[in-house]
């Protein structure tokens, strides 16, 4: 543990002067200073440079699961091929042959992974920067940054709920504190949950969605918020309000994913091309061109008539005068 916490100290130094910076500007932009809400607003203004930071890693994660939703068929047929084959030989072959399709298509199976990797070392040092105020503010332990003595006791007797942001489920005092952290701990959850299920029931296409390596992975959208039931509550409460805040950002992007960005072939896609449709309909309408569906009934009439004509030149020089019985 000592091992880990030295490495985070420039983390963890860094997380102190964005807390100080945004508490500076909220206090600029007209708050009262000292102890209050302005502290749990700058932990939620983190949560916002941390991801306004990672979006690049966002568009790439959204490339990444789009081309890894495109090339399942293929994958499966992959699998499908080696499945009776468990030989070195053959499991070496179909390594191989994923690996090469990976590599053709451009797909990074770990590229839906990069932001919850970045994110990880900012919620331990978030963690440990929370868990370290009461020794701070008490003089046990040394500063963090801009974080003295001063500073760590402003932030630990701030509330947001009724709760301060050092207190943890075990440690609140009060049963109404103990509900606020409830909440916050389910809203956690249900908002993991109704992300997860609408990236993989909505944003997934639907020949994978008929595949037993789907149902098994459906799984998954249970498994992850009950692992924030037995977590959230042994957190600090200020690590809560970050994650729940970056939990309703993810939920925003999932929903502008599905909307803009969604996989081929999934319901979220099949509604966009709909919307897409609609749209050139209305553009085409305005300015007095046919229809998507006018212009393809029209394209495939013309082809009808084409082919009746050449049908037609074909009989008629079969019967022509000299023609070849």
């Given amino acids: 543990m000592q091992f880990i916490t030295t490495i985070l100290q420039p983390l963890e130094w860094l997380i102190a002067q964005l807390l100080i910076l945004g508490h500076t500007l909220l206090v600029v932009l007209g708050m009262p200073d000292g102890p209050g809400l302005v502290w749990c607003l700058s932990i939620m203004g983190l949560v916002l ?11 790439r994660q959204m490339t990444s699961m789009r081309r890894m939703q495109a090339i399942q068929p293929q994958l499966q047929r992959i699998q499908r091929k080696y499945a009776s084959r468990k030989d070195p030989r053959s499991q070496e072959a179909m390594q191989r042959e994923t690996m090469e399709l990976y590599r053709k298509e451009g797909a990074n199976p770990m590229g839906s992974c990069l932001p919850a990797l970045v994110q990880m ?4 040092s978030l963690f440990y920067t929370l868990q370290r ?3 701070i503010a008490n003089g046990s332990s040394t500063a963090v940054g801009g974080l003295d003595r001063v500073v760590a006791g402003d932030i630990e007797s701030s509330r947001f709920l009724g709760v301060c942001v050092a207190d943890t489920f075990m440690t609140a005092d009060g049963t109404g504190e103990r509900i606020a952290i409830s909440t916050i701990v ?4 249900v908002t993991l949950l109704v992300m997860q299920w609408l990236l993989t029931h909505r944003n997934t296409s639907r020949e994978v969605m008929a595949s037993p390596q789907f149902r098994m992975q459906r799984m998954t959208v249970f498994v992850f918020p009950l692992i924030y039931v037995f977590s ?7 690590v809560l309000i970050y994650w729940v805040t970056n939990n309703l950002w993810n939920l925003g992007q999932a929903l502008v994913q599905l909307h ?3 996989a081929p072939g999934s319901i979220a896609g099949e509604r966009k091309e709909l919307r897409d449709r ?3 309909n209305r553009r085409r309408a305005a300015a007095g ?11 495939l009439r013309r082809a009808a008539a084409a082919r009746r004509s050449r049908e037609s030149r074909r009989e008629r020089q079969r019967k022509a005068p000299g023609a070849l019985d």
């Fill in 49 to 59: 440079v941390i991801r306004l930071c990672l979006l690049p890693l966002f568009m």
């Fill in 278 to 280: 609609n749209r050139e």
């Fill in 121 to 124: 070392p900012v919620l331990c």
């Fill in 260 to 262: 803009w960005f969604p």
């Fill in 133 to 135: 105020l009461p020794m």
């Fill in 186 to 189: 389910v809203l956690m959850c």
């Fill in 232 to 238: 959230g509550f042994t957190l600090p409460f200020g």
């Fill in 289 to 299: 061109l046919p229809s998507l569906e006018g212009q393809a009934a029209e394209e």
